[in-house]
């Protein structure tokens, strides 16, 4: 069960994107702002003091970058959750991202209820990442996200309740593909794949579309 607050640290040197940010979450008081810093130095500082339960980190910094502060503050501070919070997908940083301990990785134009879902999640130990840069991990994969190297056949017997269309969906889900790129991909109705996609969650018992493709990924099912 979710806590109630979850202290939360921005480290962004914008500062139109911090007021941004602090405005998301005013109407969200489960979302405490405890600081905001400017750089990855300031980032150390403020970890520190405030001792944050999640950070909100931009991978551009002036001085040292999300990435290696990301790794100094988990060096120093390993309960902290980091969720990678960027406006472009480079394959590089988000491989580099995951391999330095971050828990998400999320786009700046991310939908504000689907954000503080993520804060919430992340804090209690889930990962997180934005459909978009889902392929990204499937196709490199190399232990950043732990695998249990499950044949299909073993993924078939524990997930046993899944149909085979609904296989081939959520391959599609993992891919990054939305409902209507996946009707228009096996050639029914979007209002079909939607169900589809919604069958998968509950079975897959996850509460959305990327955490099914997390799952898949992690147990070896693409």
């Not at 828990?103 to 954000?115: C, G, H, P, Q, S």
């Not at 609904?166 to 993992?174: A, G, H, M, N, P």
Request: hydrophobic share 45%.
């Amino acid at each position: 069960m979710l806590t109630d607050t979850v202290k939360v640290l921005i480290v962004e040197d914008h500062k139109l994107m911090r007021v941004g940010l602090k405005s998301l979450f005013e109407d969200y008081p489960e979302i405490v702002i405890v600081s905001e810093a400017q750089s990855g130095k300031e980032a150390l500082e403020k970890v520190r003091m405030y001792k944050p339960d999640v950070v909100l980190m931009d991978i551009g910094l002036p001085d040292i970058n999300g990435i290696e502060t990301t790794k100094k503050i988990l060096e120093q501070f390993n309960n902290v959750k980091i969720i990678m919070l960027t406006s472009h997908i480079s394959e590089q940083e988000v491989l580099d991202s995951l391999s330095a301990g971050a828990n998400a990785y999320v786009m700046k134009d991310i939908n504000t209820e689907i954000l503080m879902m993520v804060i919430k999640t992340v804090k209690e130990g889930a990962i997180w990442l934005d459909p978009k840069v889902a392929p990204i991990i499937r196709e490199k994969n190399a232990g950043i996200i732990p695998q249990r190297q499950l044949s299909r056949a073993n993924f078939k017997a524990q997930h046993s309740n899944l149909t085979e269309r609904e296989y081939e969906v959520l391959k599609l889900v993992v891919d990054g593909k939305s409902n209507h790129e996946i009707a228009e991909t096996l050639t029914i109705s979007e209002h079909t794949a939607k169900a589809h996609v919604c069958n998968i969650i509950q079975k897959m018992v996850v509460d959305d579309r990327t955490q099914a493709a997390v799952k898949a990924l992690k147990e070896g099912l693409v």
